[in-house]
């Protein structure tokens, strides 16, 4: 059964940083894409960042401040994020993406690409 938890979430000033992680059970996390993606109030789901055996991705909002990783052996996916804004307020979730081909690259969407979800973590960004 696949499961993906996330945590790692808080209560941030801004220029802070934080590192969210995703653990995963159920299925070999080398063999799947894991996407990192936001929510804010008001606002529709976006991708944030995204891993697979191809390489990364990452939105061209965070680009430069947040890094995706992977621990295979620890069946975890980090999310360190730095210099945090407050548009950086939002509920983060992790995905797996079991469709993907292993030659591919990991994409931020659409949303249905990615099949299964975490409940998600909360990060707010305020002085």
């Known amino acids: 059964q696949f499961q993906l938890v996330e945590s790692g979430g808080g209560l941030v000033q801004p220029g802070g940083s934080l590192r969210l992680s995703c653990a995963t059970s159920?299925?070999?996390?080398?063999?799947?894409?894991i996407g990192w993606f936001r929510q804010a109030p008001g606002k529709e789901r976006e991708g944030v960042s995204c891993?697979?055996?191809?390489?990364?991705n990452y939105a061209d909002s965070v680009k430069g401040r947040f890094t995706i990783s992977r621990d295979n052996a620890k069946n975890t996916v980090y999310l360190q994020m730095n210099s945090l804004k407050p548009e950086d307020t939002a509920n983060y979730y992790c995905?797996?993406?079991?469709?993907?081909?292993?030659?591919?690259?990991?994409?931020?969407?659409?949303?249905?690409?990615?099949?299964?979800w975490g409940q998600g973590t909360q990060v707010t960004v305020s002085s």
């Open positions: 891993i697979s055996r191809r390489g990364t």
């Open positions: 159920g299925f070999t996390l080398d063999y799947y894409a």
């Open positions: 995905a797996a993406d079991s469709k993907l081909l292993l030659s591919d690259l990991c994409v931020l969407g659409p949303l249905r690409q990615y099949n299964y």
